[in-house]
Structures are given as structure tokens and as C-alpha cells.
């Protein structure tokens, strides 16, 4: 019997190993994927671009250090749903309940405290530093929360831009979630952020606006 795998089946279980890494590290450069997967960086782009095409996985570019920001990919909620995803339903279900047992007020308030406690180890690191680098400190963090975010400025504001959200399925059903990355973002930045667009609305991505001179800043 013919055992040898065909090349089609080999190209297939290496894009899989590709979005598993992704899913496990959210972004990742073309380098740091041949690495994980352990394939040259050509092979790599060849597999992303038809994952890209597949609408599984997209990219953005990246400050990272000094020099040319380095372009990163991330998993799209496509790309997510490839990945089995029960906890969703029992997300949703909790919630669901919670709702029902407690009074909207309190609901609002369990969230923006939930919020405050994942901000609370950056607050220490945030101190002292500039608008810009707290901004960075932003992207840092809901990156490991699984959000892509990047941000620029613009007409003397600040523009933060969340290239997905891994809250959008529950947010579809509970919007309440969504202030915990808005609160995060005006805990990390230590000035309310207004939202001026959101996915759940039909805009392309959630964005926040924070005035680009505070507390004195120039």
C-alpha cells in the first residue's frame, strides 16, 4: 500500500501548524513562524498568502524598536473559528444569567473593575512615561489579551484602531463587554477614550480618540 503523503496533504498540514501558531502566540512575523514551524521564511510567505486569500489570516505593521516597523500576522475571526470554540456558547450563557440576576448598574460596574484589574500590573510601568510610550504600553497589553491594535495621530488626537477583537462573538450578543477595552484604554492612558467607531455598528474596526496634549503635555 501507498503510504507517502501527496504534497497537496503536506501543504495543508503545514498552513494548520502555521494558524495554530498564530492562535498560540496572536502575532507573529514571517521569521518568527519558519522558526515555530520549522520551515524556510519562503515557504512561509507562500503559505500565508493563500491563508491571506482564505480570508484566515491578516496582517499589519508594526514599531517595533528602532528602524522600519516589521509587518505581523494575526489570525482574522475566520482564522479563529478554525479552532474549536465551545467556550463561546458558555461565555455567552454566563452572561446571559449574570444579566438576569443582577441590575444593569452593577453589570456596567463588574466589567469596568474587571477591566481595572487586568490594567493594574501596567499602571506601575506606566508611570512617568509620555502619551506615546503609554499608547505602546496599550498596544502591548491588549495584544496579550488578543486584540491587534495600532494607533496614529491625527488633526491633534490620537486615533486607536482594533484590527480584531477576540470579544466579538460574545460582544454580538452582549455589547457590555466591549467596555473593557475601552476602560482599559483610559486606565492605561490615565484620560478618557471616546469611541467613535465600532464593528458591532458595521464599522471596520472598533476606534478610540484620545486628545493628543494632556496634563500638560506638549
Given amino acids: 500500500m501507498d503510504t507517502k503523503i501527496s504534497s497537496d496533504e503536506q501543504s495543508k498540514s503545514t498552513r494548520q501548524r502555521v494558524l495554530q501558531t498564530m492562535l498560540a502566540h496572536q502575532r507573529c512575523t514571517i521569521n518568527e513562524l519558519a522558526e ?4 524556510n521564511p519562503i515557504s512561509v510567505r507562500h503559505h500565508i498568502t493563500k491563508l491571506e486569500a482564505d480570508g484566515l489570516v491578516a496582517s499589519t505593521e508594526e514599531r517595533h524598536g528602532v528602524g522600519r516597523p516589521r509587518r505581523v500576522y494575526f489570525l482574522t475571526e475566520e482564522g479563529r473559528e478554525q479552532f474549536p470554540t465551545r467556550y463561546l456558547r458558555l461565555t455567552t450563557k454566563l452572561l446571559g444569567q449574570l ?3 443582577m441590575p444593569k448598574p452593577m453589570v456596567d460596574r463588574l466589567f469596568a473593575e474587571i477591566a481595572r484589574d487586568m490594567a493594574a500590573d501596567y499602571e506601575l510601568a506606566a508611570a512617568g512615561l509620555s502619551m506615546e510610550e503609554r499608547l505602546n504600553l496599550v498596544t502591548q497589553l491588549l495584544g496579550q489579551e488578543g486584540f491587534s491594535v495600532e494607533w496614529e495621530k ?3 488626537e490620537y486615533h486607536i484602531r482594533e484590527i480584531n477583537c477576540p470579544y466579538l462573538h460574545v460582544g454580538q450578543n452582549h455589547p457590555e463587554v466591549c467596555s473593557l477595552d475601552q476602560t482599559l484604554i483610559s486606565t492605561m492612558l490615565a484620560v478618557p477614550a471616546e469611541k ?3 464593528v458591532l455598528n458595521g464599522d ?3 476606534t478610540y480618540v484620545v486628545p493628543a496634549v494632556t496634563n500638560g503635555e506638549q
Fill in 154 to 156: 491625527k488633526e491633534g
Fill in 196 to 198: 467613535v467607531k465600532c
Fill in 36 to 39: 515555530a514551524v520549522d520551515i
Fill in 99 to 101: 444579566k438576569e440576576s
Fill in 204 to 206: 471596520s474596526f472598533c
